[in-house]
């Protein structure tokens, strides 16, 4: 794993993310676009980490932490390259940034019916809150 990276995203990153997220990612969002991710960038540069190899995007995750709550959105790693420690290397990464901005609790958003994402979230020591649910309105 020592030829793996993990960055902040930049500006020049938005398009090869896009891409990268409808390749790899499950689902989409409303903000899955580059208004959207530069509006990320812009508020919070360091919350999109992006693992490279090789200089090619294999893996992303969102560590957003808004001073309350740290949440853990867009965890992907592109299917060439699952099973490889990628997803848990994003996370110790995330997890770090948000022990250093004194961050107590992370709460991931994680599709009901991506059953490897589950396995995933599981095994980095993540578990289900039934009790709660999600509530939105798109504005």
């Avoid at 001073?67 to 990464?93: F, K």
């Amino acid at each position: 794993m020592s030829d793996l990276h993990i960055r902040c995203a930049t500006f020049s990153d938005i398009d090869a993310v896009l891409q990268f997220w409808r390749e790899a990612a499950e689902g989409t969002s409303i903000s899955d676009d580059h208004d959207g991710v530069a509006r990320l960038i812009t508020r919070d540069p360091e919350a999109l980490l992006l693992a490279t190899r090789d200089d090619l995007l294999v893996g992303s995750v969102i560590a957003g932490f808004d001073g309350w709550r740290c949440s853990a959105y867009r965890l992907a790693v592109h299917p060439d390259n699952r099973r490889q420690g990628i997803a848990t290397a994003l996370l110790q990464a995330a997890e770090q940034r948000f022990l250093t901005l004194g961050g107590r609790r992370v709460d991931a958003m994680v599709l009901e019916a991506n059953e490897q994402a589950h396995r995933t979230w599981a095994a980095a020591g993540y578990h289900r809150e039934d009790h709660w649910r999600r509530w939105v309105k798109p504005l």
